[in-house]
């Protein structure tokens, strides 16, 4: 190229330096043929891209050394259609080409053919650009699964606000559940299970069980029902996640011990795995910051993909989320039931008083003024108790911060019993330095309300005995009285509930004192419950120890 050429050609834009940089600089190969298809000049990109020096290109016959099928095999001139364009001198465009490279391995391509004059309309050749397919596609592979994963994150963003909006719609927790699993089968899981813990914490209710059925899910009552609890030791994934774990995801290799009999002594526990089969599973904690209120159980067929890490944090926030809801209804009616029961226990006897002065105020003559104004302080010194008591209620139920210390419950609980006096004796046996980090009146307030109760329905003796058990300090306390039914063991931590023995024994009491113990107690990250025994009523509070992690939900106590 001359200077002059240049110089014509510089009204185009064209420059020395723009021509060096598109021989050299341009990212497609490319080379030129006449209309046999011998090549002409070959552009550097060429020579990288099919690792061919150019002395290999110039005065080749351009088919004989590329062209190929996309098995390698050598392709007839007649059926090659970039030859085609050379000897015809026509524009052709190929989504996917075949050209050997100098190691002698294959390439795709995709090609563009224009025809290029050489000297005159008698003498045609061809301009051939080419460009790395696997490249290309490689490009296009990167941004569709970045598209796919924005899409999965989209669709899993869509399910949580479903989520919500389904566990927000009712404050029924049988309704809530129920909404859930139907969202979550068939969208996440080919069946799933609820379990929810008693409120005493050492018992299972299977709450819920769903499977798919085409595009919706059927429920199977037949599985459904209350579980045996967990040994105090067991490592299985539900019980960990119950204790306050994280969730987790199983393999086959980890259901097979589901269904193994000598692993999983349990019918009840065993029966969903047997039954409705499963390649995949994850169990999720439905908790609160305070507590674990069950667990959520999604299982795969074999026909769906396995769980991944992604969809394990995706059914642990949504299991937070249900054990939100869960609490939330719970709370909504225990207020609801406390609102009706404490209203009905204040009027009752504020309707005596109010009859009795408006007798007296009626009948002044008839009535003794003196024996009136007794009677009306007795039932103010009984509401003046309720009110306290409900005062405490709500304290500890709105989670008001109390001042922890380190505490001997032994000592403490014989200290206690020393200063009952009178009446039935108790009788301790209590191991040394069994700490806990507590409150101390909160404890005492514990301690002093279930040695009073015990005496007031024992026969002759109470007995207390104050262990370490499973990381836990165990106080048992004992009478020999007539015990409690156990259709009626958790209803006498109710507010208010008072079963017949108590109201003969002790008319005037408010029956909060059990409430309140069993609410002291879950605010130490404990339990208190009735267990069985052979005489009398037995009742166990277990208090994590400062040495050891939180206390085990039932068991037997020492």
């Given amino acids: 190229m001359t200077a002059g050429d240049l110089e014509g050609w510089a009204r185009y834009g064209f420059s020395e330096e723009l021509v060096r940089a598109l021989f050299h600089g341009l990212r497609v190969g490319l080379y030129v ?13 060429a020579e990288r891209l099919l690792d061919r020096p150019a002395r290999q290109w110039i005065g080749a016959d351009s088919h004989d050394l590329l062209h190929r099928n996309a098995d390698g095999s050598p392709i007839s001139r007649e059926d090659c259609q970039i030859s085609g364009a050379f000897s015809e001198g026509v524009y052709v465009r190929s989504e996917e080409s075949w050209f050997t490279r100098g190691s002698g391995g294959l390439v795709p391509l995709g090609v563009m053919v224009a025809p290029l004059p050489l000297g005159g309309e008698e003498d045609m050749g061809s301009v051939v650009l080419f460009y790395d397919l696997w490249r290309h596609k490689a490009v296009e592979h990167k941004q569709a699964s970045a598209l796919a994963s924005l899409e999965k994150l989209t669709d899993r963003l869509s399910l949580m606000a479903e989520t919500s909006t389904v566990l927000a719609s009712t404050l029924k927790v049988d309704e809530a559940l129920r909404r859930l699993s139907r969202l979550l089968v068939p969208q996440l899981a080919d069946w799933a299970m609820i379990d929810l813990l008693s409120p005493s914490g050492n018992g299972v209710d299977r709450v819920a069980v769903v499977v798919k059925q085409g595009r919706s899910c059927v429920k199977c009552k037949q599985l459904e029902g209350p579980l045996p609890a967990f040994p105090e030791t067991s490592q299985a994934p539900m019980a960990r996640v119950l204790r306050g774990g994280p969730a987790v995801l199983l393999g086959p290799e980890d259901l097979a011990e589901r269904i193994d009999p000598k692993k999983e002594r349990s019918v009840q526990r065993r029966r969903p795995y047997e039954e409705l089969g499963a390649h995949s599973v994850i169990v999720a904690p439905l908790r609160t910051p305070q507590r674990v209120l069950g667990a959520l159980t999604l299982a795969r067929y074999e026909t769906s993909p396995v769980y991944d890490s992604a ?10 989320r249900a054990g939100l809801a869960v609490d939330n209804a719970d709370m909504c009616e225990e207020q609801r039931r406390f609102a009706s029961t404490t209203s009905h226990e204040l009027r009752t006897p504020l309707a005596s008083l109010c009859a009795r002065l408006d007798e007296a105020v009626l009948y002044p003559a008839d ?5 009136t104004i007794r009677e009306a302080l007795t039932v103010t010194d009984r509401l003046k108790k309720i009110v306290d008591d409900l005062l405490v209620l709500a304290r500890l139920r709105g989670g008001d911060p109390a001042a922890y210390e380190p505490i001997d419950v032994g000592a403490l609980v014989t200290d206690e019993a020393a200063a009952l006096a009178g009446g039935v004796p108790v009788h301790v046996e209590a191991d040394r330095d069994v700490n806990v980090l507590g409150n101390r009146i909160q404890l005492i307030r514990v301690i002093d309300n279930l040695l009073v109760n015990a005496r007031r329905h024992a026969g002759t003796t109470v007995e207390v005995t104050v262990r370490r058990a499973a990381g836990s300090a165990v106080i048992t306390v004992q009478d020999d009285g007539a015990g409690i039914a156990p259709q009626d063991r958790e209803r006498v931590f109710e507010p208010f509930v008072r079963l017949d023995d108590s109201r003969r024994k002790e008319p005037g009491g408010s029956g909060l004192g059990l409430a309140i113990s069993r609410d002291i107690a879950h605010t130490h990250h404990g339990t208190l419950t009735v267990e069985d025994s052979p005489r009398g009523a037995r009742f166990v509070l277990w208090l994590p120890l400062i040495s050891g992690g939180p206390a085990t939900a039932g068991g037997e106590g020492t």
Wanted: net charge negative; proline share 7%; hydrophobic share 40%.
């Fill in 33 to 45: 043929v006449d209309h046999t298809g011998k090549i002409l000049m070959v552009n550097p990109y």
């Fill in 311 to 320: 969809d394990l944090s995706l059914i642990g926030d949504i299991a937070s």
């Fill in 367 to 371: 009535v003794d003024p003196y024996e």
